[in-house]
């Protein structure tokens, strides 16, 4: 054989061989692990103690030390960006009279060792009407067994709810 013909074959091979493979996010997304669903599972109690407002749990599935950060869309196509520590969202003085309402859908889960990442859509209500939607991206860390928010940043996008809300309404989490 030539060597063409010899780079033809080892091409083909080596494709037939890729195609052959599933993707490693293809078979994540068939089968969670365990940690993702233990992830998922943590962000989605985080979800319903900001639907509460319950602040104690709130400040007990994350690290005191961690941060938030808020980008919301501003004129021109800029974000204002706001950074607080986690324990801004936790202070009792905080709590808004007005009902909350936040989920989440689609998500993008991430773990390696100690440390998780989700990223996902979502849409936040107050007084049971919509107030915005986004993308949430949350850090997590295990820390003596148990996954804790880390850190977390989230955009806030009140025109881009048409656009990110899910196709199909049972992918939201939390579930009622």
Known sequence: ?????????????LSACAASAPAASTANAVKPSDDEKTVLATM????????AQDVKAMAAMQTPEGMTYRARAA???????VPHPNS???DPAKIDPRSHRERYWSPTVLVRGGIAVVWA????????KTSHCGIDAFDFV????????????????????????PADPSMIRPTE
């Open 142 to 165: 295990k820390i003596e067994g148990r996954w804790r928010v880390a850190n977390s940043m989230w955009s806030v996008e009140p025109k881009a709810c048409e656009e990110l809300r």
């Open 75 to 81: 004129e021109g196509g800029a974000w204002d960006v």
């Open 44 to 51: 989605d109690r985080y979800m319903a103690a900001i639907t």
């Open 1 to 13: 054989m030539t060597r063409s013909h010899l780079l033809v074959a080892a091409v083909a091979l």
């Open 121 to 128: 859509p979502y849409e936040f209500w107050i007084d049971g």
């Open 88 to 90: 801004y969202w936790t």
